[in-house]
C-alpha cells in the first residue's frame, strides 16, 4: 500500500469504538449511585495508547479481531483501575479534568471500587481464553503495584539513582505498554521474535511516555489534572530532570539544599518550590530529558522494522511520535 | 477404603504443606521493611478451609496435584488480599491476632500491597494454564467486590430482606468457596455435572460460614480480632440474627428504636449496645440463625452424595461439621 497514514487515531477510530462498547459494558456496575461516576471517568479517558498499541501489535499478523478488542478493553480498564487507586494513595483531587472518586466517595468505596474495576479487566483477559495473555495481564498488574511501591519508598529521597528511576517508571508505565504490545502480538498469533519485539518496543514508547510526563510536571504543571508546576516534587516524587539537574549540583551547597528541603519535605512554602523549579528549569535538565524521552521514542521503532504490514509499522512509528509531542 | 477420617486437617496436612510453600513463595516482595509484615500475615492465617476445599474437591477425579497446589495457593492468596483491602475499609485495628498493616503502615501503601497480592494470587491462577479457572478466579474477584460493596452501601439501615442478606454473604464469603471448589473440581477433571455440584458445595458451606461467624459476632465478640460483641452492629452491618430479632418486634416500639439508634450511628454508647446485644441474645434469634447455618451445612452434604471416593466424600463432610462447630 502506498498511502502514508498521518492520522492513526483516525485510521483505527472503528476498532477503538468497538473497545469503547466493551469497556462501558465492562464498567457498568450494580450501584446506582457509582455507575456514572464509573462510567464518567472511564470515559473521560485520553488517547487509548494502550489499547491502540494492542490493537496495532496483532494487526499485520492473522489476527483475531474479537480478542484484541476484548484484551485492548482489558488493559484500559486496568490502566483506569490502578488511577483509581493511585488517586487514592496520592489523595489527588483532579483526574482527566473531573474531580477524582476519592473526593465525592469515601475512601474505602474508592478502595473496593477500584478492585471492582480490576476483577472486570481480569475478566476480559479471561475472556481472551488464552492462558498467555492472562498470564502476562497478571504480571503487569504486579509489576504496576511493584513501579507504585518503589516511588511510595523511594519518595522524598535525592539519593537515586537513573537506573532505580528507570526500574520504577518501567513498572509505574512502561510494564502496561509493554504487555499491551505483547498481548496483542499473542493474540494476533505472531511469530515469537515478533512478540518479543513488539514487547520491547511497547516498554520503550512506555519510557518515553513516563519521561515526557515528568518533564510536563516541571515545564508547566497541568491545569487539566489541576497540578501546580513541580507537583512531584511537592509528593517527594524524584523524576529523571531532578536527578539529571541534582547531578549538576555540588552536594551541600546552597541549590543543593535547597531542593533536598524541598523533596524532602522539609520546606512546603509555594515561594521555595517556585525557585526550585526555576532552577531546574534554568539548568537545561529538561531537555536533557526531553532528549531520553526521544531515545526511547527512537528505539522503539528498531523493534518493528520486521513488522510485516508497512501500514501497520507507520501507525506504530506516530504513536512513538505522538508520545513525545504531548503537551499537558 | 473402611477407614473413618476423623480429622480432615492431618490426612491433608502434606498438601496443605506444599500449598504453605506457594503461598509464602507467592507473598515475597522486593521491600525488607514489609516483606515480613505480609509474611507474618499469610503464616498467621486461619484454618485454610478455602485451600482445603480446593483440594478436596479434585482429589477424587484424575486429578492434577501440581495445579491442585497452585491454585489451592491463589485462593488462600485472594482471600488474603481482599482481608488487607477490608481492613483498610474498616480501619481495623486487629486481624488474625495481630495489628493490620494498615494500624502499622500508611493507608495508601496497604492499598498497594493489596494489589500487590491480588497480582500474586491472579499469577497462581494464571500458572493453571486452565482459562476456565482464571474466569471462575476473576469472576469470584468480581463477586467479592459486589458483596463488599453491598455492605457498605447498605451499612446502616434496618429495612433489609433476608435475601439481599444472603446476596451479600455470598458475595463477601461464600463466592470464594464455591469458586475454591469449582476450580478444584475442574484442575480435577471431574465431570461436568460434579463440577456444578461441588460449586453447589462450596456455596452452602460458605454461606453457612459467615452466618456462624455473624452469629459469634453477637454471642461473645472476638478477643482475638479485638472485637467486643455486636462489632458488627456498629459498623452499621445487620447480620442475619438482628433481620431475625428486628422481624420479631414491632415498628417504632422501644425496642426497635433503641435498634434503629446502634444501626443507624445515631447513639455510640457501649451502654446502649450492651443493651441491644442482650435484647437480641434473649430473643433466640442467635438459635434461630446457627438453625439456617445448620440446614446451609446439611444442604451442602446432599450435594457430593455422587462423588467417587468415600474418604473425600466424609472430609468434605467434616469440613461442612467444623464450619458450624466453630468458635471465635
Known sequence: ???????????????????????????????????????DLVRAGGKRLRPLILLLAGRAYANDQDNLVTAAAGVELLHTASLVHDDTVDRAGMRRGRPTLNSVLPSGAVILLGDFLFAQSAMLAAATNSPRVVSIFASTLADICDGQLREMFFAHRLDQTRDEYERRIFGKTASLFAGSAEMGAIIGDAPESHVQALRQYGSDVGMAFQIVDDVLDLREGSGQLGKPAGHDLTQGTVTLPTIIYASGLTASSAAWTRLEDVVSGAVGEPAQLRRVVEEIRGSGALDAAMREAEHFAARSKSHIVASPDRETREMLEEIADVVCERSA
Open 1 to 39: 500500500m502506498d498511502i502514508r497514514t498521518r492520522d492513526v487515531f483516525a485510521t483505527m477510530r472503528p476498532d477503538l469504538l468497538r473497545v469503547e462498547e466493551r469497556l462501558e459494558k465492562a464498567a457498568q456496575i450494580d450501584f446506582p449511585m457509582v455507575t456514572d461516576l464509573i462510567l
